[in-house]
């Protein structure tokens, strides 16, 4: 079964930290992995994914597939960073099976 | 333009009373989504429309629940006879497909449901 875990509810670090948000997965096919962000009073939206490898915002996330894990990095967090992330899978030949982990809140405090 | 809208933005209702969300995507996508979002819950997959086709309706949490959608575009989720279970923000998503790939899925407001 599909399942994204993200172990960390609440990660705090003090602005120009470096940050690191977990998520770990488990599929037995391919999956496309996605992180997805929610600011305060707004909607849900993609940050980044991994097809992409592409840096948004100054987010990174590798897919590390012999580790089943697809971590969110930055390497100077910003107040403006804290939200809540949401770590994604998708599969299923047509894409249709998708997975959000619980959720990691990060606070970064000034 | 216009993104995913959803109606009502709050419903509050009665233990056993029916209620009808219903999802705008945006205009041409093709694949819809709807997910529940219980109180520190994380987001759960409910069902998911590719055109008016739900190919997969296990993520249903009992037969009280049904969703259509309509014309490729307008979806509406139904919940029978509610329970104080059934009370979470219910989200809406659209994406250009659901392809391989996994189109970007771009969410409305949600509407929050409240059952007495």
């Known amino acids: 079964a599909q399942r994204v875990t993200q172990p960390e509810k609440l990660l705090s670090v003090f602005k120009g930290a470096p940050v690191e948000l977990k998520c770990n997965y488990s599929y037995s096919g391919s999956p496309e992995l996605f992180w997805y962000v929610q600011y305060s009073r707004q909607r849900l939206q993609l940050l980044l994914r991994h097809i992409s490898r592409e840096s948004i915002k100054g987010f990174t996330a590798d897919l590390n597939k012999g580790e089943t894990s697809f971590h969110l990095k930055k390497p100077f967090a910003q107040e403006e960073d804290s939200a809540m992330y949401y770590c994604?899978?998708?599969?299923?030949?047509?894409?249709?099976?998708?997975?959000f982990g619980p959720g990691t809140r990060l606070s970064v405090l000034p | 333009g216009a993104g995913v809208s959803q109606s009502p933005s709050n419903k509050v209702t009665e233990k056993g009373k029916d209620v009808e969300l219903r999802c705008d995507p945006i205009s041409g996508h093709t694949a819809l989504y709807w997910y529940r979002q219980s109180l520190g819950q994380g987001l759960e997959f409910l069902i998911y429309f590719q055109g008016n086709s739900a190919p997969d309706k296990s993520g249903l949490p009992s037969d009280r629940f049904s969703a259509e959608r309509t014309g490729g575009s307008v979806s509406t989720l139904t919940i029978q006879r509610t329970q104080q279970e059934d009370s979470a923000v219910y989200l809406c998503?659209?994406?250009?497909?659901?392809?391989?790939?996994?189109?970007?899925?771009?969410f409305g407001p949600g509407t929050r449901l409240t059952v007495l």
């Open positions: 998503a659209s994406s250009l497909t659901s392809g391989r790939g996994g189109d970007t899925q771009y």
């Open positions: 994604a899978l998708s599969g299923g030949y047509y894409g249709q099976n998708f997975v």
